[in-house]
């Protein structure tokens, strides 16, 4: 148990260094610029993603909410595709990076490129974890977490709620 222990604070540091600029950024930008208190404040207004948006989606991309284990769209989908935010449209995961990780939401090793999802430190619920946000609009997608099976060692564990899947040209029905 210290083990893993210490070797979950060590990747949280590493962690932790990687996305400093961009995490303290955004955080900054968060708070002081005088807009809405939601995720994605900075490019767009809480009126219209409330307007477009389901009430869930809303609560999960905007106020870092969790969908219920096994209720989300996409925890059960292996179609060849990718993943885009639900809320600016930016592509982020690819399908082939999707695996099962019975946990009951949409789990992936990597993004599409380390800048399409941003980490931040979420020390909410009495825990240390990493939070992750859409790169571009700051969409609230989910967590990260080190025990993911492949050789990337990362667990992206997001909402099906945060994102839109799109089939890969040629698959669509
Ligand atoms: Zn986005």
Not at 42 to 58: A, I, V
Request: glycine share 10%.
């Amino acid at each position: 148990m210290r083990g893993v222990l210490s070797r979950l604070i060590t990747w949280l540091s590493n962690r932790r260094a990687n996305s400093a600029t961009l995490g303290n950024s955004r955080t900054k930008g968060r708070v002081g610029s005088g807009m809405t208190n939601i995720h994605s404040g900075e490019k767009y207004t809480e009126e219209e993603l409330r307007e477009r948006l389901t009430p869930e989606q809303f609560q999960v991309t905007q106020h870092a909410g969790t969908e219920r284990g096994f209720s989300g769209e996409y925890w059960d989908v292996w179609d060849d595709g990718s993943y885009h935010c639900v809320v600016c449209d930016e592509e982020l995961f690819k399908s082939e990076t999707k695996f099962d990780a019975q946990c009951g939401w949409p789990s992936f090793d990597r993004a599409i490129d380390p800048s399409k999802v941003s980490e931040i430190e979420d020390r909410t619920l009495g825990m240390r974890r990493v939070e992750s946000v859409c790169g571009n609009c700051g969409a609230h997608l989910g967590h990260i977490f080190p025990d993911g099976p492949t050789e990337t060692g990362d667990r992206f564990c997001m909402n099906s709620a945060s994102l839109a899947f799109k089939p890969a040209a040629g698959t669509e029905s």
